[in-house]
């Protein structure tokens, strides 16, 4: 089975951290570009970073940058994003997807990007 499995979400207070994973189970991952996305309700789902497959390029989009940091592991066929100085405005629910159109402007999905299933992050004192 091809699959993305995204885990790490919670709960943290303003100003903390959290270390999202995205294992991948059924193809390398390291053969496709990577990327973060996040859907806050009522708004539509944005990029927030993405790894280029061709060059390992990263590129981080407005809010991500700074702050984030995406990365792989090749060994672990696994992704990672990485996420300090947390603001309430963060909060979504953080997906993170093979195959796609990643470049210095934005994460562009295509017809056959493949999805995780989400995780919740929750920034909140």
């Known amino acids: 089975q091809v699959q993305l499995v995204e885990s790490g979400g919670d709960l943290v207070q303003p100003g903390g951290s959290l270390r999202l994973s995205c294992a991948a189970s059924g193809f390398t991952l390291d053969y496709y570009d990577i990327g973060w996305f996040r859907q806050a309700p009522g708004k539509e789902r944005e990029g927030v970073s993405c790894i280029s497959s061709s060059d390992g390029t990263s590129y981080y989009f407005d809010s991500a940058k700074g702050r984030f940091t995406i990365s792989r592991d090749n060994a672990k066929n696994t992704a990672y994003l990485q996420m300090n100085s947390l603001k309430p405005e963060d909060t979504a629910v953080y997906y993170c997807?093979?195959?796609?159109?990643?470049?210095?402007?934005?994460?562009?999905?295509?017809?056959?990007?493949?999805w995780g299933q989400g995780t919740q992050v929750t920034v909140s004192s």
């Open positions: 997807a093979a195959n796609m159109r990643c470049g210095w402007k934005n994460a562009i999905p295509v017809v056959s990007t493949l």
